[in-house]
């Protein structure tokens, strides 16, 4: 059965430097998402992207962060400079309509 | 103001011991009410869509339930590896985002 992957697994960073994101949605799949769930929290939407644009977006997703769709296969979160308080799980999840598929994550540390 | 709640929030069951856990949302219009399994530092994985007060749901030990203000996923019989994170989800519009609760931290003892 098709899945979300996500790269890396595990991401170490300094505080004020960018990081990316990386995750290939399941192919047939048209809506795309990033959430994020810090430790012991809920899980927090931040944006959604459909047809080759940003369909919505939440107040966390400020001007610190941006999604591309580069090749049609690749859906990327990009982080411009990390903050203490970007450190969590980062969730990637594709839908065709009725279901979000989420990736297994990628744990970002900002020290 | 939470949307979404969900109780208890641990559980700790004895293998075999039936029982629900609780998701309660506020919010008008909604479009589908999902259910997840989180097992820790994983990712959440899907386990039902509802969509219409009185629709029913199963998968093995798994059934869910939805009404206009709230959601059971009761547990029948359940097994150690039943342990998980179960959280539930609202969505307001096709493609739109889920709206989480907390979750429910269920443990299963042998």
């Known amino acids: 059965e098709p899945e979300v992957t996500q790269t890396p697994s595990h991401q170490v960073t300094q505080m004020g430097q960018e990081v990316i994101l990386r995750c290939v949605p399941i192919?047939?799949?048209?809506?795309f998402y990033w959430y994020r769930q810090i430790l012991g929290q809920k899980v927090e939407f931040l944006v959604s992207?459909?047809?080759?644009?940003?369909?919505?977006k939440s107040e966390i997703f400020d001007d610190q962060f941006s999604v591309e769709r580069p090749d049609g296969s690749n859906f990327t979160l990009k982080i411009r400079s990390t903050k203490l308080e970007d450190s969590a799980m980062y969730f990637c999840?594709?839908?065709?309509?009725?279901?979000?598929?989420f990736g297994p994550g990628t744990r970002l540390t900002v020290l | 103001e939470d949307q979404v709640t969900q109780s208890p929030e641990a559980l700790r069951l004895q293998e075999g011991e039936s029982s629900s856990l609780n998701c309660s949302y506020t919010?008008?219009?909604?479009?589908?009410l999902f259910w997840y399994r989180q097992d820790p530092g994983k990712g959440p994985e899907f386990l039902f869509t509802?969509?219409?007060a009185g629709e029913e749901k199963e998968k093995e030990r798994l059934k869910a339930t939805l009404t206009k203000k709230e959601s059971f996923l009761h547990i029948t019989a359940p097994k150690p590896e039943d342990s998980a994170t179960y959280l539930c989800?609202?969505?307001?519009?096709?493609?739109?985002?889920?709206?989480f609760g907390q979750g429910t931290e269920l443990s299963v003892k042998p």
């Open positions: 999840a594709s839908s065709p309509n009725a279901r979000e598929d």
């Open positions: 192919s047939n799949h048209l809506y």
């Open positions: 992207f459909y047809n080759n644009e940003i369909s919505e």
């Open positions: 919010v008008s219009g909604l479009r589908g």
């Open positions: 509802l969509y219409s």
């Open positions: 989800a609202v969505q307001y519009n096709q493609g739109g985002k889920l709206i």
